[in-house]
């Protein structure tokens, strides 16, 4: 009897073992499977927030120094077209020729003037 007893704790032991290591297996793979969702999550929220920072940036009125790139910018796009203008423009103008006054029309045949 003594050796069953021994057995049964052995066999006891072992399912103990055996069903703990089963436990850390499993509760290792449930990290891992949890590390790499988080890392997912973080992915997502590092671009959900660049895209509302992204919006923000589009939101705020322009700063001084973008205004002035902008005027600075507009002079030179008026410089530029005043040269085209300027290009595109023919010598002055002659006055245009006086018409010749044309004698009056003659009388057609088959009208009267009554």
């Known amino acids: 009897m003594a050796k069953n007893a ?3 704790r052995q066999t006891r032991a072992e399912s103990v073992r055996a069903a703990a290591a089963q436990a850390f297996s499993a509760t290792a793979g449930q990290a891992q499977m949890t590390r790499e969702r988080a890392q997912e999550l ?3 929220l590092a671009g959900a927030a660049g895209r509302v920072r992204d919006a923000l940036d589009e939101l705020r009125p322009p ?3 973008d205004v002035r790139e902008l005027q600075a910018e507009v002079r030179n796009l008026q410089a530029r077209v005043k040269a085209l203008e300027e290009a595109r ?3 002055k103008r002659r ?4 018409k010749r006054a044309t004698p009056p029309a003659a009388k057609r045949p088959g009208r009267s003037s009554s």
Not at 95 to 98: D, N
């Open 89 to 91: 423009a023919p010598a």
């Open 6 to 8: 021994d057995k049964q």
């Open 42 to 44: 973080a992915d997502e």
């Open 95 to 98: 006055p245009a020729a006086k």
């Open 63 to 65: 700063s001084g120094d």
